[in-house]
């Protein structure tokens, strides 16, 4: 599974930015598509999921401001980021797990920089 992402860029806080995500390659297996964010000396951390049975999971520091939206026939996961904030800015990975009998495995993204500043 292959991961491309874009979307980022420079915004001011209370802004919005949607990032977009788009899988392809072996795609029928993926159990969640989500969103993780890095920023420097920090480790990654989970912002949003999208689960192929619809539900959907947020960070506490997001919720109400992030909306995650997969597109299963698309293959696509964006995040609708709003009121965003200078914490918010971080490096943004999609990620895709993939559920088969006896293994799991996570794929990545190349990363998109997000930076919230004035």
């Known amino acids: 599974v292959q991961l491309v992402e874009s979307g980022g860029g420079l915004v001011q806080p209370g802004g919005s930015l949607t990032l977009s995500c788009v899988a392809s390659?072996?795609?029928?297996?993926?159990?969640?598509m989500s969103w993780y964010r890095q920023s420097p000396g920090n480790e990654r951390e989970l912002v949003a999921s999208?689960?192929?049975?619809?539900?959907?999971a947020y960070a506490e520091s997001v919720k109400g401001r992030f909306t995650i939206a997969r597109d299963n026939a698309k293959n696509t996961v964006n995040l609708q980021m709003s009121n965003l904030k200078p914490e918010d800015t971080a490096v943004y990975y999609c990620?895709?797990?993939?559920?088969?009998?006896?293994?799991?495995?996570?794929?990545w993204g190349q990363g998109t920089q997000v930076t919230v500043s004035s």
């Open positions: 990620n895709a797990r993939e559920m088969r009998i006896g293994s799991l495995t996570n794929f």
């Open positions: 999208a689960y192929s049975t619809g539900n959907t």
């Open positions: 390659g072996s795609t029928s297996n993926l159990s969640s």
